[in-house]
């Protein structure tokens, strides 16, 4: 089968390239690109004139509630909502019922993914078995199922022994170690991040120390049993001088931040009503926090966006703010949201979205994709720089409709994916 | 009288009034103070009205004072009492709406633990909703009375020094009073243990100290709130013998505030922990004139959010 994606901005970081060119895919691989390539016969050709043509983004952290908690979010319905997304793969946070923390779920995983799936689908081990934080879970055996990289996400490895033997277990399959980054003996009750807002609305707060203490002691465990360590949705400016400085001493350290810890903070709450669509973990932190994440998303000092999409039925959601499960969603809306809140205003460049979207997860999960070089595997997503679109979460794929960004307005969407060279129809 | 209407269908916050309504609230509860000294303590007011006091959290003292302006205004009232953990409860908040909805009720009156619960109760019934304490956020009502009480006691508001000592952090008492005195341009000194104070407690506009002393000194208004025992396994100070020694309110502390300052407390009170009994009992306290206040100045909240209801056809 061949493809021929004609006359679009391709914008590849992989190769520093930002350029008009003819993208030529040859049986789910990327044969040439090349300046008005003539296509050869029986060639599908796709028109990519006004649009951006970049390696296929990858959210490397999103909940897909498969198994246990389908009346939640599915693998097709969660991976409908990525390529609407304009996303070609996702990495499945691991607590599910039961967790995956044994081949046998992963391969349940894999499985549904190859039979309904609509983005390729890279399931994430447990770091502990049963997420408790006690006893490592079966690696290798995961691995042989499909697992790339290791968290206990919702939950922190809280223990420290524990964190250093999978810091140093994991060495073993050179997976990362993915930190939900939370001291959960500090700020106990906590529903929102601890400051100005808290304090107005009497709530129970989540200081930003129980992030950055975590991250502290973990980037010191890091130092002394080596692995590769990344820190899930950060969200403070102190952690983030924390990552900055393992790297300068030389940690292979890596960080992710989510669009909404970019794009809004602790006063979204209040103003909010006390909506419970403002209501995540990590919690929307200060101004001072915000502007520090978009710093750090400039400078390249964070290595990705995802969006820690995190479905939850209406009727979860729809109670009192204390007693909300956290979470949002957010594939149906990162891409866009990057696009009008910080490409457009100057904030990055559009090669530095591409990168924290698509390059960095790929390289940080250790999987294919992430560039368009010849021969490599031909992921591409195909978005709009120009068109319009409101977030309308009444219209989502995913099961899950509680987003904060319902109604917003946004400039710049997702046009369409493909997968090893495939349409993806959603 | 001042010359507004009240035009809203609720009372969920103090933020949400005017310095106008708060005074029209304060002025209407002082021609109401007169019914409960009456024989007879009993107005048609509100006769046909249907008011449910909702409430999700124990209450003696605020309920009763809801129930006795009810009767007093002659509305049909009827008590509700639920837990408000979501563990327990079989029904979930949306559908306690919908039913109390579907019965037509005028008024609701509302306390729950949950901060925003009468909001979104406000917001899914057509009836008023009075908040009568939500989590730590708010309890207007009872701002208004205490303002209602500084008023009687010092004819003013504006240009005041109030003292609020103890348990800043978890007390909607505070929330309530200051955004009230804020409005009415009075100056507020709050006072606690660290481990009690809210960690942005300046951005609340008010001045943090440290000591009793330091907040008091000067006062025309002395405001001791209530030490939640119950709290006390959380260990937010080592034990009520030091609480005590640290911020209790003797009479010998007492004389650094002004020579005719007035005490107060929402009650109920914890004596000997943050109040000694001879201060709570002596001549500068306040205290039991709150509670007589409490009961008009709710009438006036019920009679003025029944009137929003009738003048918008409700």
């Known amino acids: ?73 599915t693998v097709e319905s969660g991976t409908r909502a990525a390529a609407a997304g304009g996303f070609t793969a996702v990495a499945c946070m691991p607590n599910t019922r039961p967790v995956n923390d044994n081949r046998s779920v992963t391969e349940h995983i894999v499985g549904e993914a190859e039979r309904h799936g609509y983005a390729r689908v890279y399931p994430i081990g447990a770091v502990t078995k049963g997420e408790k934080g006690e006893e490592l879970a079966e690696y290798g055996d995961m691995v042989a199922g499909g697992v790339v990289a290791l968290s206990d996400d919702g939950l922190p490895v809280a223990n420290s022994e524990a964190m250093r033997r999978a810091l140093l277990y994991s060495r073993h399959y050179d997976l990362a170690v993915i930190q939900h980054a939370e001291d959960p003996t500090l700020g106990p009750d906590g529903v929102m991040h601890e400051g ?78 006390l909506s419970t669509h403002t209501k995540m973990k990590p919690p929307l932190r200060s101004e001072a926090d915000r502007l520090a994440l978009v710093e750090g998303l400039a400078d390249g000092s964070i290595d990705v966006i995802a969006s820690d999409h995190a479905p939850h039925h209406a009727d979860e959601k729809d109670v009192e703010f204390s007693l909300a499960p956290f979470g949002i969603v957010g594939l149906e809306t990162t891409l866009a949201l990057c696009l009008d809140r910080l490409v457009r205003p100057g904030l990055i460049s559009l090669s530095r979205l591409v990168e924290v979207l698509a390059v960095n997860p790929a390289r940080v999960l250790g999987v294919a994709g992430g560039t368009l070089k010849e021969g490599s595997v031909a992921d591409v997503t ?36 493909f997968i090893a060279g495939r349409h993806v129809v959603v | 009288m001042t010359e507004i209407a009240w035009q809203q269908k609720d009372l969920l916050s103090i933020a949400d009034l005017s310095a106008a309504e708060i005074q029209l609230v304060l002025d209407t509860a002082s021609s109401f103070r ?22 999700f959290e124990p209450s003696t003292r605020t309920r009763s004072s809801f129930e006795i302006a009810e009767k007093r205004l002659s509305a049909d009232s009827l008590n509700f009492s639920a837990s408000s953990s979501g563990l327990v409860k079989g029904e979930s908040l949306v559908d306690t709406a919908l039913n109390l909805q579907a019965m037509a ?210």
Not at chain 1, 29 to 42: F, N, Q, S, T, Y
Not at chain 2, 256 to 279: F, L, Q, Y
């Open chain 1, 1 to 73: 089968m061949t493809l021929l994606i004609r006359n679009g901005r391709v914008v590849d970081p992989s190769q520093a390239l930002d350029e008009t060119l003819d993208v030529l895919i040859q049986d789910g691989v990327v044969k040439r690109l090349a300046a008005a390539i003539k296509p050869p016969g029986k060639a599908e050709v796709v028109d990519a004139t006004d649009l951006v043509v970049a390696p296929g983004l990858i959210d490397m952290h999103v909940h897909l509630r498969e198994p246990g908690f389908e009346y939640k979010e």
């Open chain 1, 196 to 273: 100005e807002f808290s304090t107005r609305l009497g709530l129970p707060g989540l200081p930003g120390a129980a992030e950055d203490a975590m991250v502290a002691r973990d980037l010191l465990l890091v130092e002394d049993n080596g692995g590769r360590y990344h820190v899930a949705h950060l969200s403070t400016a102190r952690s983030l001088e924390l990552v900055k400085l393992a790297k300068d001493r030389g940690l292979s350290v890596t960080c992710e931040v989510t669009p909404h810890h970019l794009l809004l903070t602790d006063r979204d709450v209040l103003e909010s009503g």
């Open chain 1, 382 to 417: 195909l978005f709009s720089l120009s068109r319009q679109m409101t977030v309308n979460a009444s219209r989502f794929r995913s099961k899950g409709r509680n987003t904060p960004f319902d109604g917003w307005k946004l400039r710049g969407r997702p046009v369409s994916t």
């Open chain 2, 34 to 55: 007169e019914v409960s000294a009456r024989p007879v303590k009993k107005v048609p007011t509100l006769r046909g009205k249907t008011v449910i006091n909702l409430f």
């Open chain 2, 105 to 314: 009720p005028d008024l609701i009156v509302i306390r729950h633990g949950h901060p925003g619960v009468p909001r979104m109760l406000a917001e899914r019934v057509s009836a008023g909703v009075i908040n009568a304490g939500d989590g730590a956020w708010g309890h207007p009502t009872q701002a208004l009375l205490d303002a209602f009480t500084i008023r009687e006691e010092k004819g003013k508001l504006e240009g005041l020094k109030v003292a609020m000592v103890g348990d800043i952090a978890h007390s909607r008492v505070v929330r309530s009073n200051i955004e009230l005195l804020n409005t009415m341009g009075a100056e507020v000194t709050v006072a606690g243990p660290r481990t009690m104070m809210p960690v942005a407690v300046e951005t609340l506009g008010v001045r943090a100290v440290y000591s009793l002393e330091e907040a008091i000194r000067g006062a025309d208004v002395v405001m001791m709130l209530r030490v939640q025992l119950e709290r006390h396994k959380k260990v937010m100070f080592p034990s009520v013998r030091e609480y005590f020694q640290l911020f209790g309110l003797t009479r010998e502390r007492l004389r650094s505030a002004k020579r005719d300052a007035i005490v107060m407390h929402p009650g109920p009170m914890n004596r000997g922990v943050e109040i000694a009994s001879d201060v709570a009992d002596g001549s500068r306290s306040v205290i039991l004139e709150q509670v007589a206040n409490g009961v008009a100045v709710r009438m006036a909240v019920l009679y003025l959010l029944s009137g929003a209801r009738q003048e918008a056809g409700a």
